[in-house]
């Protein structure tokens, strides 16, 4: 199957700083990706749809200014966590659609904010 | 109409067993049905996909069999391995919209 890459794999921040996490199409290109937060022992929340080139479709409630989406080219979106909380701490996993419609993940990336 | 309800919400199989795992939908549009393995602290693996024109496919120890007219879907895994104890969530999109809908997954553990 195709290769989504997720960087980092782990972070660990100070409450008020900015964190930058990286999905990366490592074998085709991807106009469309989604950013999704998964809390302990829970199902997949879809956090935003990327859609290269344009602004980020985010789903209701989730803060536009704080979680800022950019996909500026077919191969890379990414998702930076603005003024971090530790409310802001969980597991955020990237997916990017194929253009057979294929939906393939990044391996995640572990926030946690002091 | 956009649920996709996914059943038992845990599992627990004997080794050697098989494990099935149930999910229903509603929305008619529905056209691609994948499932995904999950272990902890990684991303979500595409495990095996169907589409409507087929009732059943096959990879390995995997199977799903869908039921059009019923609106479900399931998988099963047989000869259960230890190794296969994940989260396992099933999915449905339509052609034409990038929207994949997730169950809300099944945890299965298999004993050693």
């Known amino acids: 199957g195709a290769v989504v890459s997720q960087h980092p794999s782990w972070v660990i921040c100070k409450s008020g700083t900015s964190v930058k996490i990286e999905c990366r199409s490592l074998d085709f290109q991807a106009t469309t990706m989604f950013w999704y937060r998964q809390f302990p022992k829970q199902s997949l929340m879809l956090m935003a749809t990327s859609n290269e080139g344009s602004k980020a479709t985010y789903e209701q409630g989730v803060e536009k200014d704080k979680f800022l989406i950019n996909h500026a080219s077919l191969t890379l979106s990414t998702l930076t966590v603005t003024s971090a909380h530790p409310e802001d701490s969980s597991f955020y996993i990237c997916s990017a659609l194929t253009g057979a419609g294929e939906l393939f993940f990044g391996e995640g990336s572990r926030l946690t904010v002091l | 109409q956009q649920q996709v309800k996914q059943s038992p919400q845990s599992l627990i199989v004997q080794k050697g067993g098989i494990s099935i795992i149930n999910c229903a939908y509603e929305n008619t549009a529905f056209d691609y049905f994948p499932w995904y393995q999950q272990f902890p602290g990684k991303g979500p693996a595409l495990l095996i996909a169907i589409r409507p024109d087929v009732s059943e496919k096959k990879e390995g120890r995997f199977t799903i069999s869908f039921n059009k007219s019923a609106k479900q879907f399931s998988l099963h895994i047989m000869d259960s391995q230890p190794g296969d104890s994940a989260t396992y969530f099933c999915?449905?999109?339509?052609?034409?919209?990038?929207?994949?809908?997730f169950g809300t997954g099944t945890r299965l553990k298999v004993l050693a």
């Open positions: 999915a449905a999109s339509a052609s034409g919209t990038y929207k994949y809908i």
